[in-house]
């Protein structure tokens, strides 16, 4: 069975400092990944996403993420963060004949300005 | 631009009471979810159907069943509303045509059974 661990349950950083938010899975067979943002009162957005490939994966509004399977990890990261960016973030794991998202319990950043 | 509604962004119903969240997509998406969402435990999977009229049970299927009737339509019900049924419940749509594709959601329904 699949499952995602996201080991820190709250992340503060300072405006303008770098970040990453880690995102451990457990899957038997290949593995599609993805993270998500949830801002306040809002439903999820696709951040990026990983299928095949390249294993770093850049989406929006900056962040980037790496995957690695050796260490069944999909760390993301942004290099400098913005009040903005202030989320709730959730990895995501489903794999190909199975549409089934499991899901991580969530970071919640916050941006210390 | 896809686009997943539910139909309540909140609800307030009594225990005991039959209660009926709605979704609908407008992508002509095969498979369609229903979420719960509370805080510490992430998003846990209810339902899902990848077809009109099929079903499947997610990780906590206890207290709840789902209708699909159209393809376009996904409904949550749950049969008698109880406290611990309080919480954000979330829809999502996608297709599996191609490779796999990402999961779109609607804004949530917050409920609160009292």
């Known amino acids: 069975a699949q499952s995602v661990t996201q080991l820190d349950s709250q992340v503060p950083v300072f405006e303008e400092a770098p970040v990453e938010l880690r995102c451990n899975y457990s899957s038997s067979v290949s593995v599609y990944l993805f993270w998500y943002v949830q801002y306040p009162n809002q439903g999820l957005q696709l951040l990026l996403k990983?299928?095949?490939?390249?294993?770093l994966v850049k989406g929006i509004n900056g962040f980037e993420a790496e995957f690695n399977k050796s260490q069944t990890s999909f760390h993301l990261r942004k290099p400098s963060v913005h009040i903005s960016d202030t989320a709730e973030y959730f990895c995501?794991?489903?794999?190909?004949?199975?549409?089934?998202?499991?899901f991580g319990t969530g970071t919640r950043l916050t941006i210390i300005p | 631009d896809v686009k997943v509604t539910q139909s309540s962004r909140y609800l307030v119903k009594r225990t005991g009471e039959k209660v009926f969240l709605e979704c609908v997509q407008d992508m002509d998406h095969e498979n369609m979810f229903w979420y719960r969402q509370d805080p510490g435990l992430g998003l846990r999977l209810i339902y899902f159907?990848?077809?009109?009229?099929?079903?499947e049970k997610g990780d906590i299927p206890e207290g709840y069943s789902v209708s699909r009737e159209k393809k376009e339509r996904f409904s949550l019900i749950l049969e008698s509303a109880s406290t611990n049924q309080t919480s954000m419940y979330l829809c999502?749509?996608?297709?599996?045509?191609?490779?796999?594709?990402?999961?779109?959601f609607g804004q949530g329904t917050r409920l609160t059974v009292v």
């Open positions: 990983y299928l095949s490939g390249s294993t």
């Open positions: 995501a794991v489903s794999y190909f004949g199975n549409e089934k998202l499991t």
């Open positions: 159907s990848y077809d009109v009229k099929m079903k």
């Open positions: 999502a749509s996608s297709s599996y045509r191609g490779t796999n594709t990402e999961a779109f």
